[in-house]
């Protein structure tokens, strides 16, 4: 987990990477909610999830 240091302890990096993060989840929220069949909800869930699970690895990194 050291080679991940310098992506989460750059405060300008680890903003950018948020951004993206955020703009990734936003699109999965939309296909999301055009989304008719359930096997691709389901998937985009795990998708939207895995995300969401990348804005917390300042804190695995750190902890």
Do not use: T
């Not at 300008?12 to 699109?27: K, M, P, Q, T, Y």
């Not at 929220?29 to 909800?41: D, F, I, N, W």
């Amino acid at each position: 987990m050291n080679n991940l240091k310098p992506l989460v302890n750059d405060k300008v990096l680890w903003d950018s990477f948020l951004e993206e993060v955020d703009r990734r989840i936003a699109e999965v929220h939309r296909v999301m909610e055009q989304s008719s069949r359930a096997e691709e909800l389901f998937r985009l869930q795990g998708q939207a999830f895995a995300l969401r699970k990348m804005k917390q690895l300042r804190d695995q990194v750190n902890g």
